[in-house]
């Protein structure tokens, strides 16, 4: 989960506390708010009747006009009965009398005496009706009984049109909340996402990048540590990078003076033993001169890379064939570049024919005699590729994987044949330094593909217009 989500998730959960906390209490509380106006005013409408028809009960055409006007003032039922539990007046049927209503359980309550309110279900109204039952005094005892009642399901629709307003304030507000939420976490972990993309870059071999130094105050001083940090990165690989180039540079000429007197030394001896050492000595002079000369390929390779040039592959396959082909003669090998569609990708013409001389003395010392390396190319979507196929032992994935490390050598390198285990390093140096790849493969007919990969251009016929898809090799 990012920082941002996090940051958003804890904001939303404070909010939907803040909302509960304050719309479900002040639901409940208009909810009660209303119910009790509502009882109060139905109780105070049935003892206004009440009191005003105790010692009238023998008048039935005034409290007929009583409870018409009480009825319609609560919007309600109002009936008035007699001791006996007959019926005196209702407001639903004006003049009406002698109903008995002596078994409705509130007025056998109200007739004993006692005030009773509450809610019941009417099926022959099919609603929900609140009740308000009072007794009639006179003269210190109950002579009859008012009881009011009304629906409650107009009142109760309103009820939850006003908790489904509630809720739907609360949701706006949860919605316009996290939209804040949203843009302040994206303040916040805006820094931190800068920062890291700077670390990538870092990383990835643009030294000069720097992170912006903004945000909240730690944020900040991360920034400045990390600036403070890749200075010194910067700086010490400037100069490990400095001291591998001028200390390879410094090495070539005192080799090719020793070289030079070991060659004048094998000349002006006779000696059949003193001259096998002094070849085998001029030979380790070449590996070590070999070394220097791959020691500043690499410190080139990790040097900011210059802007990249169209390089036409089956053009560098052709050269590195002409290149090659009489020593793999001499050896007992042959090599062909096979002819393909023209491939253009993204690099450097030096670095590619860099590489496929290594990738190609590779394939020659694990192919055998009388055995061929081919060169092939092609483009795979957004990339170009070139490869080194040869026949011999195949590798494994676990050394595929390592071949590519400064100083490995392959097991199965034959005696006698041992390089300097920076080939196939500088080979995928140069390949990432124009954002590509190398790669070693086994193949399924045996032998191995050593491949390096480029970026292709999006356009290749158009930009390669005015370039010589096969130019002639010199």
Same mark, same amino acid.
């Given at each position: 989960?990012?920082?941002?989500?996090? #940051?958003?998730?804890?904001?939303?959960?404070?909010?939907? #506390? =803040?909302? &509960?906390?304050?719309?479900? %209490?002040?639901? @409940?509380?208009?909810?009660?708010?209303?119910?009790? *106006?509502?009882?109060?005013? /139905?109780?105070?409408?049935?003892?206004?009747?009440?009191?005003?028809?105790?010692?009238?009960?023998?008048?039935?055409?005034?409290?007929?006009?009583? &409870?018409?006007?009480?009825? !319609?003032?609560?919007?309600?039922?109002?009936?008035?009965? !007699?001791?006996t539990g007959l019926l005196l007046a209702d407001s639903a049927r004006p003049g009406t009398r002698g109903v008995a209503y002596g078994s409705r359980p509130e007025i056998v309550e109200a007739l004993a005496g006692r005030t009773?309110?509450?809610?019941?279900?009417?099926?022959?109204?099919?609603?929900?009706?609140?009740?308000?039952? &009072? %007794?009639?005094?006179?003269?210190?005892?109950?002579?009859?009984?008012?009881?009011?009642?009304?629906? &409650? $399901?107009?009142?109760?629709?309103?009820?939850?049109?006003?908790?489904?307003?509630?809720?739907?304030?609360?949701? #706006?507000? @949860?919605?316009?909340?996290?939209?804040?939420?949203?843009? =302040?976490?994206?303040?916040?972990?805006?820094? @931190?996402?800068?920062?890291?993309?700077?670390?990538?870059?870092?990383?990835?071999?643009?030294? *000069?990048?720097?992170?912006? =130094?903004?945000?909240?105050?730690?944020?900040?001083?991360?920034?400045?540590?990390?600036?403070?940090?890749? $200075?010194?990165?910067?700086?010490?690989?400037?100069?490990?990078?400095?001291?591998?180039?001028?200390?390879?540079?410094?090495? !070539?000429?005192?080799?090719?003076?020793? !070289?030079?007197?070991?060659?004048? /030394? $094998?000349?002006?001896?006779?000696? %059949?033993? =003193?001259?096998?050492?002094?070849?085998?000595?001029?030979?380790?002079?070449?590996?070590?001169?070999?070394?220097?000369?791959?020691?500043?390929?690499?410190?080139?390779?990790?040097? %900011?890379?210059?802007p990249s040039e169209l390089v036409d592959l089956g053009r560098a396959a052709r050269e590195a064939e002409v290149r090659w082909s009489a020593r793999a003669e001499h050896e007992g090998r042959g090599i062909v570049a096979r002819h393909d569609a023209a491939t253009f990708g993204q690099g450097n013409a030096d670095d590619m024919a860099t590489s496929l001389d290594n990738l190609i003395e590779n394939a020659l010392v694990h192919t055998p005699k009388g055995s061929t390396v081919s060169l092939t190319w092609g483009r795979d979507g957004p990339e170009a590729f070139i490869a080194v196929l040869d026949e011999g032992p195949g590798i494994s994935p676990a050394d595929a994987d390592a071949a590519f490390q400064r100083f490995r050598r392959g097991a199965a390198r034959p005696a006698g044949r041992g390089g300097t285990g920076l080939g196939l390093a500088i080979v995928g140096a140069l390949a990432a330094r124009w954002g590509g790849s190398a790669s070693l493969q086994p193949r399924a007919e045996g032998g191995t593909r050593a491949e390096i990969r480029l970026p292709a251009p999006l356009e290749p016929n158009a930009l390669v217009t005015g370039l010589d898809p096969d130019p002639p090799v010199p």
């Open positions: 989960m990012t920082y941002r989500t996090r #940051l958003l998730v804890a904001f939303a959960y404070v909010l939907v #506390l =803040v909302i &509960v906390a304050l719309a479900v %209490p002040l639901a @409940l509380s208009t909810q009660h708010r209303i119910d009790r *106006e509502v009882r109060a005013q /139905a109780a105070d409408g049935a003892q206004l009747v009440a009191a005003s028809a105790s010692g009238r009960l023998d008048q039935p055409d005034q409290i007929d006009t009583l &409870v018409g006007k009480v009825a !319609r003032d609560l919007g309600a039922r109002v009936i008035v009965v !007699r001791r009773v309110q509450g809610r019941r279900r009417s099926d022959t109204l099919n609603a929900q009706l609140l009740y308000t039952a &009072v %007794p009639v005094v006179a003269a210190g005892r109950t002579v009859g009984a008012v009881r009011v009642t009304q629906s &409650v $399901d107009a009142l109760d629709r309103e009820v939850r049109r006003d908790q489904y307003a509630l809720v739907g304030i609360g949701a #706006l507000a @949860l919605a316009f909340g996290l939209a804040v939420a949203w843009f =302040v976490a994206g303040s916040l972990a805006r820094p @931190l996402g800068q920062l890291a993309s700077t670390a990538r870059r870092v990383g990835s071999g643009d030294l *000069e990048a720097r992170g912006a =130094v903004e945000g909240s105050a730690e944020q900040q001083e991360v920034a400045r540590a990390f600036n403070t940090m890749a $200075d010194r990165l910067t700086h010490a690989l400037e100069a490990q990078r400095e001291f591998v180039a001028n200390a390879s540079h410094q090495l !070539r000429t005192p080799l090719t003076g020793l !070289r030079l007197r070991l060659e004048a /030394a $094998d000349m002006a001896n006779t000696d %059949p033993s =003193v001259r096998d050492d002094l070849a085998a000595a001029e030979a380790e002079t070449l590996r070590l001169a070999r070394l220097v000369t791959n020691l500043l390929t690499l410190a080139s390779a990790d040097a %900011p890379a210059p």
